[in-house]
């Protein structure tokens, strides 16, 4: 059920809740792996720092769920860039999908796959031939989002504590 979903681009207003977001995203890797996933506290400041910085790239992509009513709230959203080739993880040049958030009240309701859809509108705006993300071995529901849209496995990371 998506019809009181809908989705926008992200404007500047919105990065103080989406920033929000961004941490509530670290907090969960973090609780999921605190050895493999840094957050460092406070996390909203930089992320509201950083993803405004983003607004202003020719890059970036970040778009907003936003769950319709009389005061409409937002729901979640998605980071990604166009990037280009990286030798050292053997990617060509590609989009990314970096972050993909949807608020707990609104999971089960479709807001992921519409962020996800109009991110990689976007991305293919963007001239991106490809995009690629990484999920949380743990993270099942979100993996089964990506393989709905086609997504494939290509890489396990590994992680060994010294």
């Known amino acids: 059920m998506t019809s009181s979903i809908t989705v926008r681009a992200a404007v500047r207003a919105d990065m103080p809740e989406v920033a929000r977001f961004a941490a509530q995203l670290v907090r969960l890797h973090h609780a999921l792996d605190p050895h493999r996933f840094l957050c460092l506290e406070p996390i909203e400041p930089g992320y509201e720092r950083w ?3 983003e607004l202003g790239s020719p890059d970036a992509a970040i778009v907003v769920a936003e769950r319709g009513g009389a ?3 937002l729901a979640g959203y998605a980071y990604g ?9 053997l990617l060509d040049a590609c989009g990314v999908v970096h972050d993909l958030y949807v608020a707990e009240p609104v999971r ?3 807001a992921g796959a519409i962020l996800l859809e109009a991110m990689l509108a976007r991305l ?3 001239g991106a031939p490809r995009v690629v993300l990484h999920t949380a071995t743990q993270n099942t529901a979100a993996q089964r989002l990506f393989e709905r849209f086609g997504f494939r496995r290509t890489m396990i990371e590994m992680t060994l504590d010294l």
Do not use: Y
Not at 81 to 89: A, C, F, L, T
């Open 51 to 53: 993803l405004t910085s």
């Open 71 to 73: 005061e409409p709230v």
């Open 81 to 89: 860039r166009r990037e280009p080739r990286d030798w050292n993880s």
């Open 108 to 110: 089960r309701l479709g």
């Open 124 to 126: 293919r705006a963007l």
